[in-house]
Every structure is written in structure tokens, then in C-alpha cells.
């Protein structure tokens, strides 16, 4: 909790989480706090009357949240997140009839909020790259044992065609043509799901960072990045149907 006493020796922990210090602000009493930290503090300190520093009891001004928590249109803090059209309120914002029909969390909650549903998605992520490596190894699998395969039937035709027997060098090729057609297919989905993999990758990426530094600010990167799409055919790839290969025979 608070601690009233002076500690200058842990100048980077927040005085209110007791964690290292977030994105510090810093009062006009110059302490530094989380800015979350002292947004939570500012919302309760605001409902029973006037802003003081949690530390030393001084007066503070809503500014030293810094830009992005101010409402430049009222030059008041920001308080809610408007869900729906992707920006933060102040009070006065709250008021205008757009909003009125809108169900607006504080920033808090909208913080607390999305930093579930982006863990949600990311772990979830996580998981289908996973299954998704497992699938592009087995299908690696498959291609080496087709490449193989494909290099017997060469050294075979190549035996064949030294003794002259026709009808067995055409069906040799029949194979060959087959295989090769095997291999591109196979060499096709090797491809899809690597793209497919390194576009995940690159998504839960985003969301693990943003997730953990979400603030204020971050909050409509948040909702679009749950909004991104995961590639299309993502499903498609995971449900993929074990292909007949030599191996599966
Ligand atoms: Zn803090
Ligand atoms: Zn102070
Ligand atoms: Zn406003
Ligand atoms: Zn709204």
C-alpha cells in the first residue's frame, strides 16, 4: 500500500503498486507514480473532493497525467472509453448526445478489460502455432519421403532404360510424373503454412506487447488488433486432412 515515508532510495518503484515504476508521471510535487496507478488514485480522490499527492498530500492538477489523458476539445482528463467510437471521454465528452445511448467503462475497466481478451486471443494464438508446426513437420516429413522415393524410381528408369525394356521405362515415368506432382503439392502446403505461421507469429507478437503495456493511450491499438484477422484460412489449415502420401500408404 501507500507508504508515507520518505524513500529516496527506490526512486524507480511506484509508491502505490510498490512495482517498478510504469510509464512514470510525475506530480507537482515531483513523485513519480505509475500513470495508472495515479489515474486510479486521481478517479478516487476526485469523487471525495481535491487532488492531492498520495505521498506528500500536496495539491496536484489533473495535467501531470500528461497529453494523451487530457481532452483537448474540454481540457479536462479523460475518464471513459467509448467502446464504439474507439476514444476516450472526458466528462464533458460523456455529455454529448452521440455518447448518450453508449455504455462507456471507465479506462480502468476498459484497460483491465482488454488486457483479457488480448491475452485470451494471444494464448489461443499460441496454441494454433503449435499445432500448426507440428502439421509443417509431418508434412516435411512427407516430402522427404517423396523426394527419396522420387530418387529411387530416377536410379530404377536409369536401370531400365540400360537394358531397353520400354513398357516398364513408360510406367517408371507414369510414377515419376506422379510423384513430382505429389511433391509440388506437398511442397505447396509446406509453403501455405509457414506463411501462415509467421503471420500468426507476427499478430500474437502485437498482442503480447500491446497487452502488456496497455495504458490509455494503447486502447484503440487494442481493439483493433482483436479486430486484425488471423489468415483465412486458418481453420482450413488446421483441419487439414492428412494427404496420401508414400508414407501414409
Ligand atoms: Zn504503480
Ligand atoms: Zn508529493
Ligand atoms: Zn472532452
Ligand atoms: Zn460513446
Known amino acids: 500500500m501507500v507508504s508515507l515515508q520518505e524513500d529516496r532510495q527506490e526512486e524507480a518503484v511506484c509508491p502505490i503498486c510498490q512495482e517498478h515504476l510504469k510509464e512514470a508521471v ?17 478517479e478516487k480522490a476526485l469523487a471525495s ?9 500536496k495539491p496536484y492538477s489533473e495535467g501531470v497525467l500528461g497529453e494523451g489523458y487530457i481532452c483537448h476539445k474540454h481540457q479536462k482528463r479523460f475518464q471513459r472509453f467509448c467502446e464504439k467510437s474507439k476514444c476516450l471521454l472526458c466528462v464533458e465528452c460523456l455529455e454529448s448526445p452521440e455518447h448518450q445511448s453508449h455504455s462507456e467503462p471507465t479506462i480502468e475497466t476498459a484497460i ?15 496454441k494454433d502455432i503449435g499445432k500448426l508446426q507440428q502439421l509443417k513437420a509431418q508434412e516435411e516429413e512427407k516430402l522427404q519421403a517423396l523426394q527419396e522415393d522420387c530418387g529411387n524410381h530416377k536410379l530404377e528408369a536409369e536401370l531400365v532404360s540400360q537394358h531397353q525394356n520400354k513398357g516398364q521405362l513408360d510406367i517408371i515415368s507414369q510414377q515419376q510424373v506422379g510423384q513430382l506432382e505429389d511433391t509440388s503439392a ?46 483465412k484460412n486458418l481453420d482450413e489449415l488446421l483441419s487439414l486432412p492428412a494427404p496420401a502420401g508414400p508414407v501414409a500408404n
Open 26 to 42: 510525475s506530480t507537482d510535487c515531483k513523485h513519480l507514480f505509475c500513470r495508472v496507478c495515479l489515474a486510479q488514485h486521481m
Open 49 to 57: 473532493g481535491a487532488l492531492c499527492c498520495p505521498l506528500c498530500r
Open 112 to 126: 483491465s478489460h482488454y488486457k483479457k481478451r488480448l491475452t485470451h486471443k494471444f494464448r489461443k494464438l499460441r
Open 186 to 231: 506437398e511442397e505447396a502446403r509446406i509453403l501455405e503454412l509457414s506463411k501462415a505461421i509467421a503471420q500468426i507469429s507476427l499478430l500474437v507478437a502485437d498482442l503480447e506487447s500491446t497487452a502488456k503495456e496497455l495504458d490509455a493511450n494503447t486502447l484503440t491499438t487494442a481493439s483493433d488488433l482483436l479486430k486484425r484477422s488471423t489468415p
